[in-house]
């Protein structure tokens, strides 16, 4: 069974850094396009980042220029690298990606978040 398990999310202050992980796991033929998202209490989830499999990472305007997103393809990792961390950055950060499973079609898989809190 395919998951995606983040990790690396904790506390910060203001202006320090944090890097998360996302792993997926399973029998799996290939990752499409992998992002992440975040979501902070009484908001929408926000997309943050997105690593395609080919082409140019992109980014949200809230993030460019402080945030790094890359990947392992042999590790099936995606990582976001945060920098210059800011109080707004405060949420759970979620892992995104279209997966091929071995046994199964194409689908879209959420990974369960991982808390980042940024103080001032």
């Known amino acids: 069974q395919v998951q995606l398990v983040e990790s690396g999310g904790g506390l910060a202050q203001a202006g320090g850094s944090l890097r998360l992980s996302c792993v997926a796991s399973?029998?799996?033929?290939?990752?499409?396009?992998m992002e992440w998202y975040r979501q902070t209490p009484g908001k929408q989830r926000e997309w943050v980042a997105r690593?395609?499999?080919?082409?140019?990472?992109t980014y949200a305007a809230s993030v460019r220029g402080r945030f790094t997103i890359s990947r392992d393809n042999a590790k099936n990792t995606m990582y976001l690298q945060m920098n210059s961390l800011q109080p707004e950055d405060t949420g759970v950060y979620f892992c995104?990606?279209?997966?091929?499973?071995?046994?199964?079609?194409?689908?879209?898989?959420w990974g369960q978040g991982t808390q980042v809190t940024v103080s001032s």
């Open positions: 690593s395609p499999t080919a082409g140019t990472e």
């Open positions: 995104h990606a279209g997966i091929r499973p071995v046994s199964g079609l194409f689908r879209f898989y």
């Open positions: 399973g029998s799996i033929v290939r990752i499409n396009d």
